[in-house]
T-cell receptor, first 116, second 114 residues
Framework: QQQVKQSPQSLIVQKGGISIINCAYE??????FPWYQQFPGKGPALLIA?????SEKKEGRFTISFNKSAKQFSLHIMDSQPGDSATYFC???????????????FGKGTKLSVKP | GAGVSQSPSNKVTEKGKDVELRCDPI?????LYWYRQSLGQGLEFLIY????????KSGLPSDRFSAERTGGSVSTLTIQRTQQEDSAVYLC????????????FGSGTRLTVV
């Protein structure tokens, strides 16, 4: 059973455009929703994260939109640049007692290509 | 260290051999995770260590896979009698608390079973 479903599998965007990647989750106990960025040959790196008490979080050109009732969240990359070309993963987890982080459940990833 | 260190970065082994993959987490991080990433696939959870608690082994795909974490720091993932389907990138991550920024991943060990 796939607990976090991510779409699209691949995405091509022109430089300056908006990239949008969507994720849906099933477990209502999830309370932490990060996005990771992965370049070839490297491990994923945390990009931005959100908790369900807010509907949107923005950091620079990256924005997470969160819809708790629909159990969906999305990543928007504004003014997309060729350097943003990478694979993006959404994820979800349940924060354990004491603030430690439980294991993340990842989506299958979206390969983003930004054309100059 | 400054980041999560994994070794070796690449490993080619013959089918049926045992392999050991090593992970040095960020100093002070209490949680350590192993994930497997197959070509074009997402990250598959394998095992999770949190402090002195018993590890969560629920993601290990078979009894050929095992992991240990010594002294709350370095971890070793062992795959016995390797099969071709074990070929993947094995990623290790560590974390302290969610509010501190979540997971930090290493660059992984690319395992190829021939």
């Amino acid at each position: 059973q796939q607990q976090v479903k991510q779409s699209p599998q691949s995405l091509i965007v022109q430089k300056g455009g908006i990239s949008i990647i969507n994720c849906a989750y099933e477990n209502t106990a999830f309370d932490y929703f990060p996005w990771y960025q992965q370049f070839p040959g490297k491990g994923p790196a945390l990009l931005i994260a959100i908790r369900p008490d807010v509907s949107e979080k923005k950091e620079g050109r990256f924005t997470i939109s969160f819809n708790k009732s629909a159990k969906q969240f999305s990543l928007h990359i504004m003014d997309s640049q060729p350097g943003d070309s990478a694979t993006y993963f959404c994820a979800a987890s349940i924060e354990n007692y004491g603030g430690s982080q439980g294991n993340l459940i990842f989506g299958k990833g979206t390969k983003l290509s930004v054309k100059p | 260290g400054a980041g999560v260190s994994q070794s070796p970065s690449n490993k080619v082994t013959e089918k049926g051999k045992d392999v050991e993959l090593r992970c040095d987490p960020i100093s002070g991080h209490t949680a350590l995770y192993w994930y497997r990433q197959s070509l074009g696939q997402g990250l598959e959870f394998l095992i999770y260590f949190q402090g002195n608690s018993a590890p969560d082994k629920s993601g290990l795909p078979s009894d050929r896979f095992s992991a240990e974490r010594t002294g709350g720091s370095v971890s070793t993932l062992t795959i016995q009698r390797t099969q071709q389907e074990d070929s993947a990138v094995y990623l290790c991550a560590s974390s302290l608390r969610v509010v501190d920024g979540g997971y930090t991943f290493g660059s992984g060990t690319r395992l190829t079973v021939v």
